[in-house]
């Protein structure tokens, strides 16, 4: 299963996608805007580009894995999106993958590697849970 991944944020938004077996993640870009109708129809092409069959939105929780302010974006953005895609989307904890990202370094912008970030630990927790 290829899963399309984005670290949400008001102005720029992540993207990374998995390959074919949902085992390996790789940062794709930045998608300005996302929230807006042309930010989604953008994410929408996406998915279609990369024939991606589920999108997964990091919810930025606080350290006490409560929803803040910018979980509570997060989850209307999540809202809009399911309305626009084909595909199902789900969220999931991203709390450090900006850090992450920022530490690693690359040639990707951290929007995308945090993004990827999210994914790759999305991946290996599903897998987890594969009987």
Do not use: C, I
Request: charged letters at 25%.
């Amino acid at each position: 299963m290829k899963v399309l991944a984005l670290d949400y944020g008001s102005a720029r938004t992540g993207v990374a996608v998995s390959d074919a077996t949902g085992t390996v993640a790789r940062p794709v870009g930045v998608v300005e805007r996302a929230g807006t109708d042309n930010g989604l129809a953008q994410l929408a092409e996406l998915v279609r580009q990369q024939e991606a069959d589920l999108v997964v939105v990091g919810k930025p929780l606080t350290m006490r894995g409560e929803a803040g302010q910018q979980a509570l974006e997060t989850d209307e953005f999540v809202s809009r999106l399911r309305k626009t895609l084909d595909v199902p989307v789900e969220s999931f904890d991203e709390r450090f993958t900006t850090d992450l990202a920022e530490q690693s370094g690359g040639s990707h912008p951290t929007d995308a590697r945090a993004a990827a970030y999210l994914l790759s630990s999305y991946l290996t927790w599903s897998s987890s849970r594969r009987p």
